[in-house]
């Protein structure tokens, strides 16, 4: 790699959760810091406080495994995938914004904290969501039961519009069901990474 270190010989590394995809921290790289980084396979950073090199960890334990390294393209800065172990901030925290390292699935978080909001703040009058909560665990599971067998049916047909239709109620109604049991989507990502490992 022809990297583009500034004039004090340094480069900003973006350190990414490899598999949550959430930003850890920013540091920054020398020639040496980088070169340990790969060879060792654990986040090495230079201090610019310290004046010297630092790896990740070395005293909290608290280390960054080494993924992936990609560079932009101007070859100026580093995108760092690691497996953290433990808190990154110095602080305590996931992240150095003082965020939790939790899985994001984009609109499907969203969706999820919709759900919960209309759960928690909706009479069942007003919100389709709070009705079928009211109504109890058996209704969503039957609820679900009945749109797993409408996506079956479309499957068999060539129409995917009503394909895709009939499958965004079956996740819709599915995440309904996970809350009323007290789950969320990342309890079944977990089991799945348990499964993968075996």
């Known amino acids: 790699m022809n990297l583009k270190y500034n004039s004090e010989g340094l480069i900003p590394a973006i350190i990414q959760d490899a598999t949550t995809k959430n930003v850890l921290m920013l540091g920054y790289m020398n020639e040496e810091a980088f070169r340990l980084t790969q060879d060792a396979k654990r986040v090495t950073f230079y ?3 310290k004046q ?3 790896t ?4 909290s334990g608290n280390v960054l495994n080494l993924v992936d390294i990609k560079v932009d393209c101007d ?16 602080k305590g925290s996931d992240t ?10 984009g609109f499907l978080s969203q ?3 919709t759900i919960e909001d209309r759960r928690t703040n909706s009479k069942p009058e007003d919100s389709y969501v709070a009705s079928l909560f009211a109504k109890g665990i058996n209704k969503l599971a039957q609820k679900v039961g009945e749109e ?28 309904m069901l996970l809350q009323a049991k007290g789950f969320k989507l990342e309890d079944i990502e977990r089991v799945l990474k348990n499964r993968e490992k075996k």
């Open 96 to 105: 150095c914004w003082n965020e939790e390292n939790t899985s994001n699935f």
């Open 75 to 90: 070859n100026d800065t580093l995108l760092i995938q690691a497996h953290p172990e433990g808190p990154t901030c110095h």
């Open 148 to 175: 797993a067998v409408e996506v079956v049916i479309e499957a068999k047909d060539e129409n995917d519009g009503l394909f895709l239709n009939e499958s965004a109620d079956l996740l819709f109604h599915y995440l």
């Open 52 to 54: 010297r090199l630092w």
């Open 111 to 113: 969706l999820e904290q």
């Open 56 to 59: 990740k960890g070395e005293e």
């Open 47 to 49: 201090s610019r406080s």
